[in-house]
Nanobody, 117 residues
Framework: QVQLVESGGGLVQPGGSLTLSCAPSGSILSFGSMGWYRQAPGKQRDLVATISHGGDINYADSVKGRFTISRDSAKNTVLLQMNSLKPEDTAVYYC???????????WGQGTQVTVSS
């Protein structure tokens, strides 16, 4: 079964930048919506940003102007460029995608992002 694989997490100082990437582990037909969610300790998993197959983008208010989502539909990959990182951005970041008319969901295992001095 195809899985989503994230990379690019790590430890960064406040004000720094990181880029997360996500790709499927095997061959798969084109995804519909792709995006990123995050979950901080003791909190629910929240939407960070999504991008449709047609390029429509949605951001959480907390990341607007700092994060940029992009995708390569030919490769079924999605990136999240994160700038001006804040300690409150610390969380496990999960890649998400949907496929087909049933919007079958796919999730990655998550990658830790820690913003701390």
């Amino acid at each position: 079964q195809v899985q989503l694989v994230e990379s690019g997490g790590g430890l960064v100082q406040p004000g720094g930048s990181l880029t997360l990437s996500c790709a499927p582990s095997g061959s798969i037909l084109s995804f519909g919506s792709m995006g990123w969610y995050r979950q901080a300790p003791g909190k629910q998993r929240d939407l960070v940003a999504t991008i449709s197959h047609g390029g429509d983008i949605n951001y959480a208010d907390s990341v607007k102007g700092r994060f940029t989502i992009s995708r390569d539909s030919a490769k079924n990959t999605v990136l999240l460029q994160m700038n001006s990182l804040k300690p409150e951005d610390t969380a496990v970041y999960y890649c998400h995608a949907t496929q087909g008319w049933l919007h079958t969901p796919y999730w990655g295992q998550g990658t830790q992002v820690t913003v701390s001095s």
